[in-house]
């Protein structure tokens, strides 16, 4: 499949083909048959290199389409590093996304901001650490405005669970009051 590669390490038996997708025609479709975690980098792992023009002190959302079938766990890791060859190259990640995929397709859609920028090193990944099969579509990182906080005072009561609103101080003192003597 064009600018995707399998990834992973030893005790992982992987195969990364094409199938029926849920937008555009295709997918891509990762199987892994057998799975020993022997290293830190043993995953089922897809991933596109290369330079991803992400910079840094932008918004991003990431979305896609997935869903799996025989993975026990169903989670899926889908993480952005600008420098994979960094001493520490977690400190380049941007976009750290888990997802519980089902056997239905499923939309999945993350907004997150960058604190790095990308190198020619870069690098997208979608990883499991379970055999089964990864179904990808339509996969996409494009710029967004930053998300503008939209300040109210009320707080909606929700229905079932905690009877209290604001129960967890979000909106402020809020709903609350103090009682004291003089």
């Avoid at 029926?20 to 479709?29: D, E, F, I």
């Avoid at 690098?123 to 996969?139: A, H, M, S």
């Amino acid at each position: 499949i064009a600018h995707w590669s399998l990834k992973g390490g030893e005790g992982v038996e992987q195969r990364l083909s094409q199938d029926v997708g849920m937008t555009r025609g295709l997918s891509a479709k990762l199987e892994c048959t057998s799975f020993t975690r022997r290293s830190r980098d043993s995953y089922a792992t897809v991933a596109q290199s290369g330079l991803i023009a992400i910079e840094s002190g932008k918004w991003y959302r990431f979305s896609c389409w997935a869903r799996q079938e025989g993975m026990a766990s169903a989670m899926v890791t889908t993480e952005w590093t600008a420098d994979p060859t960094a001493t520490i190259p977690y400190s380049t990640t941007a976009l750290f996304y888990q997802m519980k995929v089902g056997s239905q397709w499923r939309h999945f859609e993350w907004v997150f901001p960058s604190y790095t920028t990308g190198t020619e090193n870069s690098i997208l990944t979608f990883y499991f650490d379970d055999v089964g099969t990864l179904w990808l579509d339509d996969v996409s990182i494009v710029e967004v405005d930053p998300p503008q906080p939209r300040y109210t005072r009320e707080v909606p009561a929700l229905a079932g669970g905690n009877l209290l609103r604001n129960a967890s101080f979000e909106c402020g003192p809020d709903h609350w009051s103090s009682v004291g003597t003089d």
